[in-house]
């Protein structure tokens, strides 16, 4: 084997065999790592809607009337959307299996005991296998005092077949 | 339904913004591809939805964008069949040892240290929904690739395409491609398969069928055609229609085999006869509705997606910041090492390392799938093409700092066929 050669096999060997090898132990040690729950999906909403629109606020959350929400995830933080229009709804983060959001209130008429800033929290805990996820919690309106929580459930979607699972 | 006027209103506005600013890159010396993804951006939430978001929303409503998402994506598909026609197998063969190790180092390099940097993006920006193994793959794919068109323009301008950097560069880009669609492919069928009902093997062994029949039956017809041209110095209607029509039907093979659509049309691109005329001939009948009028698309499609906005507070800065320097480290710093060891002297190793940090529109191409697949989360989305844009743009100057005497040095010499539009594209 003339020098060249062998300088070109030891730099392949450095340079390209021995990563792959690392490479390998990097993806080994990875699968121990966890990530937070998923939540990212389209969700099915429950909530009882008499409740909802007895509520002085009710104005100010139309939006997350709607009977579907989407959340797109990226991490521990997270978007919701409504899925008529894909409009923004609100954004929150995760802590282990319990969320909690700020929903973007519209303002409303100031007659109305609602206030006009009022700030809505939704705080929820994720249950469930992968495939079948249920969120369950509540709405609170923070600024306004004649307004119980109400609670709710919501319900995940299956899956588009293309999610890079496990 | 498409909602026809709003549909041509978007084209019209994506046109006239791509040009505008293609122009303005071109006047600062970047290739015109990077001031058209720049463009996209532009167009997006990240500037004119969040400047003027009624306007955002008159132009671009969401129910709109499945059609403006289809048009992009036959954008794309025929762009894949051009990168792969450009490649030439038979350049590939007969490489020194420089671009082997530089070629091989420039992809297990970044895809290395992707995948040490998923260990800590990880947990912090993707969820249980995504597997680790996936995750890091998928990073490692995203970051190993290089812009072949946006190299090959850069060469050109530089009159360095036929220099030792130059020949070396595009035949590593080459393989870097060919080699990151491949990887690309498997976790593609990976992530797919966990969710389909035929099991990996079979859909390992129909690709492998596939790309065989592609190899030694499509490819024989093909020289067919090729004699046809010699022969009568054109191709009638008929028969590039049926050029056509295998190139869709390459892209639904590999869509149907559980990959992607643009594997099946880059394969086409790659097995097609490579004799400089016909090349040129069959080019000439793709290249402008592609780069001007459907790549655009895909830029402000792209561009619709991300939302810088959306890398909220510090945290998410440092994530972009971290993606940037191991992406850079891991390319230009691997080609570098690798071409120094190689015997180049320190300067045309650190300008070839340079030349294989451009990522472009391929590095777009590869994020867009990913996040179809929803390997990666938006803000990651956003991140690595904030990634893919600086990489690109930072090849130009930083070119000039370290090469400043290469274009002076090498003789003007004309590109071969596919480079030639590959550069236009650029």
């Known amino acids: 084997m003339s020098g060249g050669n062998r300088n070109f096999v030891f730099a392949y060997a450095f340079l390209v065999v021995l990563p792959l090898l690392g490479l390998a132990g990097v993806l080994k040690m990875g699968r121990h790592l966890a990530a937070p729950t998923s ?37 521990p933080d997270f978007v919701i959307n409504s899925l008529a229009g894909s409009q923004t709804i609100g ?6 299996n319990h969320l909690s959001a700020t929903l973007n209130s519209v303002p409303v008429p100031s007659q109305n005991s609602c206030g006009t800033n009022s700030n809505f929290t939704l705080l929820a805990a994720v249950e469930g296998p992968a495939d079948s996820k249920i969120l369950t919690g509540k709405l609170v309106a923070g600024a306004c005092a004649s307004c119980a929580p109400i609670p709710f459930r919501a319900e995940r979607r299956p899956a588009a077949p293309s999610k890079a699972g496990h | 339904m498409p909602n026809l006027f709003n549909l041509v209103l978007q084209i019209t506005v994506i046109l006239a913004v791509c040009r505008i600013t293609g122009t303005l890159f071109r006047k ?44 992009s994506q036959v954008g794309v598909v025929i762009f894949m069949f051009l990168v792969g026609l450009g490649i ?15 070629s091989h180092v420039s992809i297990t390099a970044p895809f290395v240290l992707a995948s040490v940097l998923a260990l800590y993006l990880y947990p912090r920006l993707s969820d249980s929904g995504v597997s680790f193994t996936n995750f890091a793959l998928f990073m490692g794919a995203a970051m ?82 090729e004699r046809t041209f010699h022969k009568y110095g054109e191709i009638s209607e008929n028969r590039m229609a049926f050029l056509i029509l295998l190139a869709l039907g390459s892209a639904l093979c590999t869509e149907r085999l559980g990959i992607h659509l643009l594997f099946g049309s880059f394969l086409m691109g790659a097995i097609m006869p490579k004799e400089p005329k016909f090349v040129r001939y069959i080019l000439d009948r793709f290249e402008t509705v592609t780069i001007t009028l459907l790549l655009p698309l895909f830029f402000a499609f792209t561009g619709l997606r991300t939302n810088i906005a959306s890398l909220r507070g510090p945290a998410m800065w440092f994530y972009c910041g971290l993606i940037i320097l191991v992406a850079a480290a891991g390319k230009l710093g691997g080609s570098t090492v690798a071409g120094r060891l190689s015997g180049m002297p320190w300067r045309e190793a650190a300008g070839l390392g340079t030349l294989m940090n451009t990522r472009g529109l391929m590095g777009l191409v590869i994020l867009d799938i990913g996040l179809d697949i929803k390997i990666i989360s938006p803000a990651l989305f956003s991140m690595m093409v904030v990634m893919a844009l600086v990489t690109t743009f930072m090849a130009v100057p930083l070119l000039d700092l370290i090469c400043p005497q290469e274009a002076q040095r090498a003789k003007p010499q004309k590109a071969t066929v596919g480079q030639e539009t590959l550069q236009e594209i650029a």
């Open chain 1, 39 to 75: 939540i990212d999906g389209v969700w099915n909403l429950q909530v009882d809607a008499a409740q909802m629109t007895s509520l002085p606020c009710a104005q100010a959350i139309s939006a997350f009337s709607d009977q579907a929400f989407s959340i797109s995830q990226s991490g």
């Open chain 1, 91 to 96: 954004s929150g983060s995760l802590e282990g």
């Open chain 2, 28 to 71: 600062i010396h970047q290739p015109r591809v990077v001031g058209e993804m720049f463009a996209g951006i532009l167009l997006g939430p990240s500037l004119l939805g969040w400047v003027a978001p009624q306007i955002s929303a008159y132009l671009f409503p969401p129910s709109s964008l499945g059609f403006l998402n289809a048009l």
């Open chain 2, 88 to 102: 030439n197998p038979k350049e590939l063969k007969h490489q020194s040892h420089a671009a082997v190790l530089v």
């Open chain 2, 144 to 225: 190993s690739i290089t812009a072949f068109p946006v190299l090959a323009r850069i060469l050109t301008e530089r009159d360095m395409m036929h220099s030792k950097l130059g020949t070396v560069a595009i035949a590593c880009a080459a393989v870097d491609d060919v080699t990151g669609w491949c990887i690309l492919a498997y976790i593609v069928v990976l992530i797919r398969a966990a969710h389909a009902a035929t099991s990996i093997w079979i859909t390992l062994g129909g690709i492998l069928l596939f790309a065989l029949f592609m190899i030694y039956g499509v490819r024989f017809l093909l020289r067919g055609l």
